[in-house]
């Protein structure tokens, strides 16, 4: 079972910053990397991919000029900077890759997916 393992969520006040991790092990890593989110009783919905190499990334519309997505290649660990938040943001956040370097938005398009971290904006 391949395990993506994500952290750094929370409680945080409206406008404030957060920044989630996640993990991959070695024989997925060297592709794509992206991040959706949960919120209750919706949909899961794309955030944030980087490519492979970090050079190249896509941000949902509803998160652009706020999130930022970055990797860290020595590390196996790929970051999402949350800044500016909005209650509308609270979901559970997940990390996710599938077998390319491609980039999706559809949740279709993954099948390793990480248990999720929950992160809480309050107004």
């Known amino acids: 079972q391949v395990q993506l393992v994500e952290s750094g969520g929370g409680l945080v006040q409206a406008g404030g910053s957060l920044r989630l991790s996640c993990t991959a092990p070695e024989r997925i890593w060297n592709r794509a990397m992206s991040w959706f989110r949960q919120a209750l009783g919706k949909e899961r919905e794309f955030v944030a991919a980087v490519s492979r190499s970090g050079g190249y990334t896509h941000l949902g519309a509803s998160v652009k000029g706020r999130f930022t997505v970055s990797r860290d290649n020595a590390k196996n660990m790929v970051y999402l900077q949350m800044n500016s938040l909005k209650p509308e943001d609270t979901a559970v956040y997940y990390c996710?890759?599938?077998?390319?370097?491609?980039?999706?938005?559809?949740?279709?398009?993954?099948?390793?997916w990480g248990q999720g971290t929950q992160v809480a904006v309050s107004s």
């Open positions: 996710a890759a599938h077998s390319s370097d491609n980039i999706y938005e559809a949740t279709s398009a993954y099948n390793f």
